[in-house]
């Protein structure tokens, strides 16, 4: 895949990420902040190499699709900053809707969260977007309790993908 798509790809997810604070009318100073933070933390995704997936967890995935679900989201994404950071970071996240913010043409965007035994242990996102003529499928903010449950919650987001390339952030 030609660097040009990866790059039109990420820049196309982060302004989607920027504009639940950018386009608010009246952003707070902490959800500004936690944004900061936020985008420091993004990467370049690179295309994916196969790894080992570990089927023997006893998760459930789910796809964020209502307000209870998208807070469970933010909570455990938010741990994947230092405890003093969380609190912006979570202002952050409590902005970002997939329902009221207005998505680019030929953009698909899915959060999942996993749970085990009915308690949330993992977040990540499938952001997929149309580049030169080919679907490029995007995972990124992987964030779970373990390394076992963030390459479960890869896979499942990688057998979502509707693109024949797949590029990931580095976890």
């Given at each position: ?6 790059d039109s790809h990420f820049k196309r997810k982060q302004r989607w ?91 698909k965007i899915a959060l999942y969260l996993a749970t085990q035994d ?54």
């Amino acid at each position: 895949m030609a660097n040009a798509a990866i790059d039109s790809h990420f820049k196309r997810k982060q302004r989607w990420m920027a504009s639940h604070v950018q386009d608010a009318k009246f952003p707070t100073k902490e959800s500004l902040e936690g944004h900061s933070l936020y985008q420091k933390t993004e990467r370049l995704p690179v295309e994916h190499n196969n790894s080992q997936e570990n089927t023997d967890l006893n998760l459930t995935f789910h796809r964020v699709d209502c307000h209870p679900l998208m807070i469970r989201y933010a909570v455990t994404l938010s741990k994947a900053w230092p405890e003093t950071q969380r609190p912006l970071i979570l202002e952050y996240l409590s902005q970002v809707s997939l329902t009221d913010q207005e998505v680019e043409n030929n953009t698909k965007i899915a959060l999942y969260l996993a749970t085990q035994d009915g308690m949330p242990v993992g977040v990540g996102m499938l952001f997929e977007s149309l580049e030169d003529q080919d679907w490029v499928s995007g995972i990124y903010d992987i964030t779970a309790e373990n390394s076992d449950i963030s390459n479960a919650m890869l896979h499942f987001l990688i057998r979502r993908a509707e693109a024949k390339s797949v590029v990931c952030s580095p976890m």
